[in-house]
């Protein structure tokens, strides 16, 4: 299928005023970190330097601990849930309104296509805040009794994959409950979380509520094990979230963590083809396949599969791979060159246990970071590439017959974190989407999220959810004579 010829279409970045350096956000300013250290962030699409971050240490760590509890006791938790509500419209609001600028810049901290950036991740941040900010003044209905209390301060570390969207996901349901929160964003994508920090400020949020310290992994070892908070939400990596899980066993914080995924995506033989072929894009090479709910194993009943595939590759012919800021652009950068050192590891794997590649032809960009669209078919239960969370645009393909066989391969995991069903009929929708072990099952469509449903993995997917008033009971605790 020949693609149409489209005239580049570039976002402006003169919307984004990028400082030259930045300083950590405790309290309510922009501090210098103690130890004086700091660390790059680049666009992965250029690997140009776009500013030098402050890297936070034990001893910042402790200063944000120290401004978020001064901040819980005497202004966040004792004040009426209506007027915290008024904030967090105010945040949603400030976010809706400087939407562009904060679309402009996740795209070039992070390598997402704008198009993604600009309708997929900044709506849901504002929303997320919007719906949290109806909750503030409901508490007494989450389903804890009467007036329930927030757990304190809560220490959170999100991933580079959804910067933005991540923060939200962690800061608006604890400040709806009246927590107060230190949140460290990932190493290389930190300058979404630091033009949050300035919307704090733009919305008057009393200072200490939010506290964002930067760093790599040590400040957030530092933060998690920090004595002093309540409550520990993580996003990211299996491997780190056991590791969190170990450190705080024995203490008082309660944990959410939110790891990773390797998803089936079930189609079966009476599925309308066409849309399912959508959803299979739209499942694996949405953000460059760097997310945890990623559609990554693709089940196909074995009579369709080779009319699925071959609709499969012409719709993957015309993904358009390049400039994160072009309009057109459906395949952006990937975040890093060892996040792309991952994948081509995985993928030679693929190849060495004896899958087959293919990818569509594309032209790739000279600098940045770039992994081309690719499916392995031939792919077995037992491959590494059917096992593993490759975090990528890699689409590994399995085929069955029976829908048993189907479920038996979907279960077949030490994840659970989402799956898809695609079929005409209801009553197998609702058949299969009980036997899958997934927080979220996901019928006719793919990689959809809400304020409003929780969200969250089984296994080694995690525990506890985010969304919905689950996601807001994670930060409260009942009173003590109701427990
Ligand atoms: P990661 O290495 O676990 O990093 C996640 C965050 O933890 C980063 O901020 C990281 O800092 C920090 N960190 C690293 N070591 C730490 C430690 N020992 N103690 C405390 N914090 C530490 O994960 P990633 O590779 O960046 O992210 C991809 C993973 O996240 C994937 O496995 C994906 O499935 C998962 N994910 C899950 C969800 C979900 O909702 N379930 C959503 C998105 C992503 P640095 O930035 O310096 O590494
Ligand atoms: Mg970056």
């Given at each position: 299928m020949s693609v149409f010829e489209y005239a580049p279409a570039p976002e402006s970045r003169s919307i984004v005023d990028i400082a030259s350096s930045y300083g950590l956000f405790i309290d309510g300013d922009f501090v210098d970190g103690t130890s004086g250290t700091s660390f790059k962030t680049i666009n992965p699409a250029t690997e140009e330097v776009l500013s030098e971050v402050s890297e936070a240490d034990a001893a910042d760590v402790d200063r944000a601990v120290a401004a978020a509890r001064r901040a819980h006791d005497k202004v966040w938790s004792t004040m009426a849930g209506a007027e915290r509500a008024k904030y967090l419209f105010r945040i949603a609001r400030i976010i809706a309104e400087r939407a562009r600028e904060f679309a402009v810049l996740e795209s070039l901290d992070n390598g997402k296509p704008i198009r993604e950036s600009r309708d997929v991740d900044v709506p849901l941040v504002a929303q997320w805040f919007f719906y949290y900010a109806g909750w503030a003044d409901k508490?007494?209905?989450?389903?804890?009794?009467?007036?329930p209390r927030p757990l304190g301060v809560a220490g959170q570390v999100i991933p580079w994959n959804f910067p933005l969207m991540m923060l939200a996901w962690k800061v608006a349901p604890a400040l709806a409950a009246g927590n107060t929160v230190v949140l460290k964003p990932a190493e290389t994508t930190p300058l979404t979380a630091l033009l949050f920090a300035e919307v704090c400020q733009q919305a008057d949020l009393p200072a200490g509520v939010v506290n964002i310290v930067t760093g790599a992994g040590a400040t957030g070892q530092a933060l998690v094990e920090h004595p002093g908070i309540d409550k520990v939400a993580f996003t990211g990596s299996t491997a780190v979230g056991k590791a969190i899980a170990r450190s705080v066993a024995g203490t008082n914080k309660q944990v959410t963590l939110e790891l990773g995924g390797k998803a089936a995506n079930i189609v079966f033989d009476d599925a309308p083809i066409d849309q399912a072929v959508e959803g299979i894009v739209n499942g694996i090479f949405f953000n460059q396949g760097h997310v945890c709910c990623a559609g990554s194993r693709l089940l196909v009943q074995e009579n369709v599969a080779e009319e699925l595939l071959v609709r499969l590759k012409a719709r993957m012919s015309t993904l358009r791979v390049g400039d994160p800021l072009d309009k057109n652009t459906d395949v952006g950068a990937i975040n890093s060159r060892e996040q792309l050192n991952r994948i081509t590891d995985l993928t030679a794997a693929g190849d060495a246990e004896g899958a087959e590649r293919w990818s569509p032809e594309c032209v790739l960009p000279d600098n940045g970071f770039w992994f081309k669209p690719t499916i392995f078919t031939g792919v077995t239960q037992a491959h590494r590439i059917a096992r593993e969370e490759i975090f990528g645009p890699v689409l590994s393909v399995l085929t069955f017959r029976t829908p048993d066989e189907a479920v038996a391969k979907a279960n077949n995991t030490p994840y659970g974190l989402s799956a898809g069903v695609w079929t005409e009929k209801g009553s197998r929708i609702l058949a299969i989407a009980g036997q899958l072990r997934a927080g979220v099952v996901w019928a006719n469509t793919f990689n959809k999220f809400d304020p409003a449903s929780p969200f969250g993995g089984y296994k080694e997917s995690g525990h506890g959810r985010e969304g919905g008033k689950q996601g807001l009971a994670a930060y409260l605790q009942a009173q003590e004579g109701d427990r």
């Open positions: 508490l007494d209905h989450v389903g804890l009794g009467a007036r």
